[in-house]
């Protein structure tokens, strides 16, 4: 079945659905979600956005926002592009609050803010109130308002679609095949306009806070259409996951003052950060519980350490952190009022993504774009975040650039023209899903995924190192074979999972392969990257001579991934030292 649309998006979370609320105003506009839209990981976002709007620090400024960002980023965020988006940023949360989202408020009514890691004002001097927020259900509520917007402007939404392949030619991007779930059956998309909002790439890792739709379906599509993908080595690891299942404990609780401490029972991050303490960024955070749990320093010699609330009093914690004290109680069975809850690193954020400028369009090369096709949210590497993002910083990022992407779109469509659709567009898709249906193969995805998973865990995490990577990129090398003689046992076209989890498994090895190799080729330890055979003095070194640059991976026809780099652009605040 083909469908015609001016405009098609495929993601229902902030990103997709605020291009949406913009396009639909003057286009046909589709949106296609593997996830009913409300479930999109958006919703999941507890602490807050950002924005300098001074309500209860009335100093603050955009500009204080963006040396936080770009020194948060460890100096590999385009300076141009977080320019525009700490500029625009509370002109972003204030139409969502137009909109009608229900922020926490001031006593005397504004929108609150509250603290959050790496935000600070006068350039580092103290931390700052910059994160905007509704107790901890930030992005549920953003979620919900801009679904309601949408709803009202009469999109046209195809939940329960999931995108298998993306359709270009030399000429540009024509759209997207897509498989329909609940009934079975492939439908092409056809657009004037693509808009990837696909989320984010975390559970390639065992311990991971995002949700088990953020396999990196748009990353991989693209990279098969012979896209880049750009710093996919960059994962952030957040400090505070739930112990074993890495469920998020929002980065709001030391917003809120709550107190990180070791098996001795001290406030480690004294010997890491003694200036912002709790309040670091989640790179030096992760790293430090790492560093404590491998010293032996975790709760009882274990591989966790504690966050401890209970101190603030059960007024605050309900009136603030109602979330997690749910989440703490059902997934860890302790009580955050009275008692400490085990925490440990969890793979959270991917910095990296599909190359875009800032007005969202897609690179296909180093200095050429698809006509087409755009990126926006966690799937797109606009690089506002270079090597490490600070939080509360990417609901800002899938907003705002969810905005300007629909705003971009809204400018090109009079000069992007329907072309013929070839009569193969739907094959290669259709080829996948009979591969996968008739396979007489004996390997199980699950097994797959979960060795891949762990061994990411082992060898590609807060910590890395030459040797380990080596080993790493041989092994997925073998995961990607034997998932050639993948088996789906459910051979049915309704509402088959089996099917469309073993599709994601493709993806996830693919994009696995280009983190594992952009590390290992990355010598140097930056932001979220930290390889322990390049320290000095026990300190990770920073190589600004050799490495201050974007890596990018393109897939090459016979399949091997070839890396090339291109430049950081840097306008206002020159690479330092980053101390906290
Ligand atoms: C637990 C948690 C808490 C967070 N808290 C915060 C916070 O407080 N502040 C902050 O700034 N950031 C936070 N983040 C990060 C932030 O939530 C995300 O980066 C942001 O919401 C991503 O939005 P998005 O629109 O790009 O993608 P998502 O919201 O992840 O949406 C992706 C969409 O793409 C769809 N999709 C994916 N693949 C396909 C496919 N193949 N076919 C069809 N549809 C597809 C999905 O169905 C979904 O609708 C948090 C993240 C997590 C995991």
């Known amino acids: 079945m083909i469908h015609q649309y001016d405009v098609v998006i495929v993601g229902a979370g902030l990103a997709g659905l605020r291009a949406a609320v913009e396009t639909s105003q003057i286009a046909r506009t589709a949106v296609l979600t593997k996830v009913y839209p409300s479930r999109s990981h958006s919703g999941a976002a507890q602490g807050g956005i950002a924005a300098s709007l001074g309500n209860v620090d009335p100093e603050d400024n955009w500009e204080f926002h963006m040396f936080d960002t770009v020194k948060g980023s460890d100096y590999l965020g385009d300076q141009d592009a977080i320019e525009y988006m700490v500029k625009i940023a509370p002109e972003t949360v204030i139409e969502m609050e137009h909109f009608g989202c229900p922020f926490s408020r001031t006593t005397d009514g504004k929108i609150n803010q509250r603290k959050f890691g790496g935000h600070s004002l006068n350039f580092g001097e103290k931390a700052v109130c910059r994160s905007c927020f509704s107790t901890d259900y930030t992005g549920h509520v953003l979620l919900h308002t801009l679904y309601e917007q949408a709803i009202k402007r009469k999109v046209h939404f195809f939940p329960e679609f999931q995108a298998l392949h993306l359709i270009v030619d030399d000429n540009g991007c024509q759209g997207v095949a897509a498989w329909d779930i609940r009934n079975g059956g492939l439908h092409i998309f056809q657009s004037r306009a693509l808009l990837f909002a696909t989320g984010g790439y975390g559970r390639a890792f065992k311990i991971t806070s995002n949700a088990h739709a953020n396999t990196g379906d748009g990353l991989a599509l693209a990279l098969r259409a012979g896209l880049p993908l750009e710093d996919m080595e960059f994962v952030q690891f957040h400090p505070t996951g739930l112990w074993q299942s890495g469920i998020l404990v929002t980065e709001g609780a030391r917003g809120e003052g709550g107190y990180l401490f070791n098996g001795e029972r001290k406030r480690f991050m004294e010997n890491y950060a003694p200036t912002l303490m709790e309040l670091a960024p989640r790179d030096l955070v992760s790293r430090a519980e790492q560093t404590e749990i491998d010293q032996g320093r975790g709760i009882g010699g274990k591989d966790y350490v504690f966050i401890d609330v209970s101190h603030l009093g059960k007024e605050k914690i309900m009136a603030r952190l109602p979330q997690i004290t749910d989440i703490a109680r059902n997934f860890a069975g302790v009580d955050p009022f009275k008692e400490p809850i085990p925490i440990q690193p969890t793979a959270h954020y991917s910095m990296g993504g599909i190359p875009a400028d800032k007005n969202c369009h897609v690179w296909k090369t180093k200095d050429e774009q698809l006509p087409g096709m755009y990126a926006a949210g966690e799937c797109s590497c606009i690089s506002v975040h270079g090597a490490n993002r600070l939080g509360t910083n990417s609901l800002l990022e899938a907003v705002t650039f969810g905005r300007i992407a629909g705003k971009s779109i809204i400018k090109d469509l009079p000069h992007l023209e329907w072309r013929e659709l070839s009569q193969n567009a739907g094959r290669p898709a259709e080829g996948e899903v009979d591969k996968l249906l008739n396979s007489k193969g004996k390997e199980k995805t699950a097994k797959i995924r979960a060795d891949l998973q762990e061994s990411m865990m ?96 393109f897939r090459d026809p016979d399949g091997r991934i070839r890396l090339d780099y291109k430049p950081v652009v840097i306008t206002r605040f020159q690479p330092m030292e980053r101390k906290y």
């Not at 040797?467 to 050639?484: F, P, T």
């Not at 073993?502 to 080729?521: N, Q, T």
């Open 458 to 553: 082992k060898r590609c995490a807060v910590f890395r190192n030459g040797k380990d990577l080596q080993a790493q990129l041989d092994y997925i090398k073998e995961l990607q074979e034997r998932y050639r003689y993948v088996v789906i046992e459910d051979k049915s076209l309704k509402f088959n999972t089996d099917l469309m989890e073993a599709i994601e498994l493709g993806h996830l090895l693919d994009f696995s392969e280009v983190i594992v190799l952009g590390a290992l080729e990355r010598e140097e330890c930056r932001g979220a990257h930290y390889r322990k055979d390049f320290e000095k003095d026990g300190k990770g070194i920073r190589d600004d001579v050799n490495w201050l640059k974007h890596t990018l991976a």
